[in-house]
């Protein structure tokens, strides 16, 4: 995604990335021949979102190296370094699959967060009820 400035057909530059501390992202970006700034500011479920595709708003600061991505995967086991997850079990693997595929990524590490969070080995239905309630999740 790319910001263009209207009036001069120009791509904008990043200009600097806020994370406020409740849960939204605040970033700006700035026209660099005639100074126009805009910002965009995205409520906790969007950063969530932006979070879970490991999109990092403003871009790269340096080039990319090639095999990035493999190297750091054989390294460090995942790109984000995190480490593997908790299982899931069937039933839960069933209830993910009707969740909107478009949303399923952010929802699973909602999941795989909780459980990581609470020393919870293997995720099942019951655990996602749970999770669902402690987060304030049921209406959704």
Known sequence: MKFLCVECDQQMAFGERELPGDG?????????????????????????????????????????????????????????GQTAGPSWSSDAQERLTRVPTFV????????????KEHGIMEITPAVMDTARAELGLEGM
């Open 104 to 115: 399923r990524g952010m929802v699973k590490k909602i999941y795989a967060d909780y459980a």
């Open 24 to 80: 939204t992202l605040a970033a700006t970006f700035k026209c660099p021949k005639c100074g126009r700034v805009v910002a965009m500011l995205t409520n906790p479920m969007e950063t969530q979102l932006v979070s879970s595709l490991g999109v990092e708003i403003g871009g790269r600061t340096v080039p990319a190296e090639a095999f990035e991505m493999i190297n750091t995967m054989v390294t460090a086991g995942r790109p984000d």
